[in-house]
């Protein structure tokens, strides 16, 4: 294949991290010495997914032979996901990275199956997909096969969208700002970060911009006294017999002990905890607003009324032990 014949497409390019001066001058260096490109360049359509630095290293070494691979999708958005999953493999990600390219391999893959792309789609570089029927849980089965490839959760690849999706508008309204956010040099929180994205078009700029400033440190604090447990407690004016159901924790304990080092250390800050747990919790009550009104009639029967209130009773059960600190004793919160 000729070298004109090849194209790059920014959308594509968009998601593979970008080399540091020095990194592209070595890879040039290393390519001019063995007078060949040893790794073939990935294409579709004649279009690049993989290799788009040593593409522009052959622009100026026309006479440096290379070959090429091409693969085979459906749509652009199955191409995308293939890019973004090509480059998790690699080891020198920032976390800032890796979360970007989960949540951008999770847009594509909803959008590959069932989703539909608009003018003002184009705009906001985000992807808008049409579901009903069977297929309404698509999203949900999309995100627990990328959390299980990715030794991730589903909550982090929920989040990790948003997340992507604020990276996005930030670099829309503030051009270069995806780069300082990613590569970790602009210390941002990702709550911050993806919040962008909800914001209305008009104050994007503002909040990209502020991104930039210098986060305060927060002031010492002395640590919160114990809370009794019945200072948790919900007053009932009756009294439901019906057992608490404590969940099984043994599958949660193997996922957290397959999301550590081998050091034993787990992985993630402070904040990528809280995340995950606000998450959780975000998610909880947007699911029990969503059955307020998707089953208006069975929350208000008898026996919906009965079980809503066991679950929430399980809830409560559990958050009480939260607040008494199981979390961080050596003991698991649940013993089943």
């Known amino acids: 294949m000729d070298l004109n014949d090849l194209k790059i497409d920014p959308e594509f390019e968009e998601k593979i991290p970008p080399l540091t001066e020095d990194e592209f001058s070595l890879l040039e260096q290393n390519i001019v010495a063995d007078g060949e490109v040893l790794d073939p360049l990935i294409i579709w359509n004649n279009t690049i997914l993989d290799g788009h630095n040593r593409y522009r290293i052959l622009q ?7 070959r090429t691979y091409p693969k ?22 920032t976390p800032e990275q890796r979360r970007y390219l989960i ?40 995100s627990e096969k990328i959390a299980a490839e990715t030794n991730t959760s589903r909550s982090f690849v929920e989040n990790a969208e948003r997340f992507a999706k604020g990276v996005d508008a930030a670099e829309a309204v503030v051009p270069g700002i995806r780069t300082e956010i990613l590569s970790g040099s602009l210390k941002a929180k990702r709550d911050d970060v993806a919040a962008i994205a909800r914001a ?75 995340y995950e747990m606000n998450s959780a919790m975000q998610d909880m009550i947007f699911r029990w607003n969503f059955c307020k009104e998707a089953y208006a009639g069975p929350v ?21 032990e939260i607040r008494k600190g199981a979390l961080w004793k050596d003991e698991p919160v649940c013993d089943q």
């Open 60 to 66: 100026k070494h026309p006479e440096i032979p290379f």
């Open 72 to 93: 085979d999708f459906s749509d652009k958005y199955e191409a995308i996901a293939w890019i973004c999953n090509n480059q998790l493999g690699r080891r020198n990600l």
């Open 103 to 142: 949540g951008k391999r999770y847009e594509a893959e909803k959008a590959s199956h069932g989703g539909h792309y608009t003018e003002r789609d184009a705009e906001t570089g985000q992807f808008t997909v049409s579901l009903s029927g069977e297929d309404l849980r698509l999203p949900e089965r999309t």
């Open 200 to 274: 209305a078009p008009e104050d994007r700029a503002e909040l990209a911009e502020q991104l930039r400033q210098p986060r305060a440190k927060p002031e010492k604090t002395e640590e919160p006294e114990e809370i009794d447990e019945e200072d948790f407690e919900e007053q009932e004016s009756e009294v439901y017999d019906t057992p608490v159901r404590i969940p099984k924790t043994r599958e949660i304990l193997a996922l957290a002990e397959s999301m550590n080092h081998s050091e034993g250390q787990a992985i993630g800050t402070v904040e990528d905890m809280i």
């Open 300 to 320: 208000r029967s008898r026996d919906g009324k009965r079980q809503i209130k066991d679950l929430a009773t399980e809830g409560i059960e559990y958050l009480k």
